[in-house]
């Protein structure tokens, strides 16, 4: 099979958005998605669309995964990928799992005879249908390199951190302060609405100041209009994604009681029901 012949499995928003650029570069794609209407617009663009997991890396060496969550990636990879793929086949994970997950997975697949290349993406959707995500990597480096072509289609800067986990860290650390700027934005403002300050207003004004980022200001467009879905992260990943941090760093002998406090508000929002909603909907619950 040619090497230009990829499967993908996993197509949220992140997923779906690789798969549109892999598409678009000239690769050719076999997909799988669970809620099976996502593959439409793939279909439309010339994408294969198989009707399961193991029909979808059938005859394929290199398999793209985006899954919500560590249950998802030991469902779907060790239960319907691993036992159809040929030995010496590459798993590219773009899944956010934990880093002790992470290494236990690479394992796995090497007594399988397999090949992971961790490479955990930073982005959003937009971002994702550009090829502008930011790829951190993980694994053997002549396995990096054997995809390193698939890899720079999906990302505009490949940052390569060594052995299994390694990028999972990184990318969990980057998740740590997405989430703690999101909730002190929200904090904030609501302490300013909640004093007479017009929210729209102020929303604007901590935008436009020095102490803004790119973050601080794109959360703080989808709350002064209240554009929550199609969400650009949702909640729910988001508490996800803190937990797991959180988890890890203990381990490590860091505490984190700032952020752990991050991680119970996203956890009230998803117990409220807004966990598929944008995770700058916080603001609606403070």
Do not use: W
């Not at 598409?23 to 669970?34: E, F, I, K, Q």
């Not at 929200?186 to 302490?191: H, N, R």
């Amino acid at each position: 099979m040619s090497s230009n012949t990829l499967a993908f499995i996993g197509l949220g928003r992140m997923g779906g958005g690789m798969a549109h650029r892999l598409l678009g570069a000239g690769y050719r794609l076999t997909v799988h998605n669970r809620t099976a209407e996502r593959a439409v617009p793939l279909l439309a663009e010339g994408a294969v669309v198989a009707g399961s997991p193991a029909a979808a890396v059938a005859d394929v060496r290199t398999v793209l995964l985006s899954l919500s969550d560590e249950a998802a990636v030991d469902k779907v990879l060790f239960g319907d990928v691993v036992p159809a793929l040929e030995p010496g086949s590459t798993v590219i994970d773009t899944s956010t799992v934990s880093p002790e997950y992470a290494r236990r997975c690479a394992a796995r697949l090497a007594e399988a005879g397999l090949r992971r290349v961790e490479a955990c993406v930073v982005g959003n959707p937009l971002q994702a249908r550009e090829g502008q995500l930011r790829v951190f990597v993980s694994g053997a480096d002549a396995d990096i390199e054997a995809v390193r072509p698939v890899l720079e289609t999906i990302g505009s800067e490949i940052v390569l951190l060594g052995a299994p986990g390694a990028a999972a860290t990184a990318k969990l650390i980057l998740n740590l302060l997405l989430g703690a700027q999101v909730a002190s934005l929200a904090e904030a403002v609501t302490y300013g609405q909640r004093t007479g300050l017009d929210r729209d207003r102020l929303l604007a004004t901590i935008a436009g100041s020095g102490f803004s980022s790119q973050v601080m200001r794109f959360r703080a467009e989808l709350m002064r209009t209240g554009s929550y879905q199609p969400a650009f992260f949702r909640s729910a990943l988001m508490e996800k994604d803190l937990r797991l941090a959180v988890a890890d760093a203990a381990q490590a002998g860091v505490e984190m009681p700032v952020l752990d406090t991050v991680r119970a508000r996203f956890a009230a929002v998803v117990e409220a029901g807004d966990g598929d909603r944008d995770a700058a909907v916080l603001i609606e619950h403070s």
